[in-house]
């Protein structure tokens, strides 16, 4: 985004410097720098906004693997468990 603006300040200085630019070129130059400098906003906002998705998908993937572990957990003991009375009721 800095190179575009850095692009279009140079193109404009150069036109200057030729002298060859009238004052509706230089007037249209303009419009188009403030056009960039638009676009440049809108582009840090959707960037900001994504980057804030991106950290609320992050905690709800953390969230959903902590759950997914609980319950891995849960299903292993209750395993045990099982195989535990399995074993009392074959030893009587």
Same mark, same amino acid.
Do not use: H, P, W
């Given at each position: 985004? =800095? =190179?575009?603006?850095?692009?279009?300040?140079?193109?404009?200085?150069?036109?200057?410097?030729?002298?060859?630019?009238?004052?509706?070129?230089? %007037?249209? /130059?303009?419009?188009?720098?403030?056009?960039?400098?638009?676009?440049? #906003?809108?582009?840090?906002?959707?960037?900001?906004? $994504?980057?804030? #998705?991106? #950290? %609320?998908?992050? $905690?709800?993937? $953390? #969230?959903?693997?902590?759950?997914? +572990?609980?319950?891995?957990?849960?299903?292993?003991?209750? +395993?045990?468990?099982? %195989? +535990? /009375?399995?074993?009392?009721?074959?030893?009587?």
């Amino acid at each position: 985004m =800095k =190179k575009v603006m850095k692009l279009s300040m140079i193109a404009m200085v150069a036109s200057l410097v030729v002298g060859c630019a009238s004052s509706s070129e230089f %007037d249209q /130059l303009k419009a188009e720098v403030e056009g960039l400098k638009t676009s440049v #906003a809108q582009a840090s906002s959707d960037a900001a906004s $994504a980057q804030s #998705a991106a #950290a %609320d998908a992050s $905690a709800k993937a $953390a #969230a959903a693997e902590s759950a997914a +572990n609980r319950a891995a957990q849960y299903a292993q003991d209750t +395993n045990s468990k099982l %195989d +535990n /009375l399995f074993r009392k009721t074959m030893q009587k």
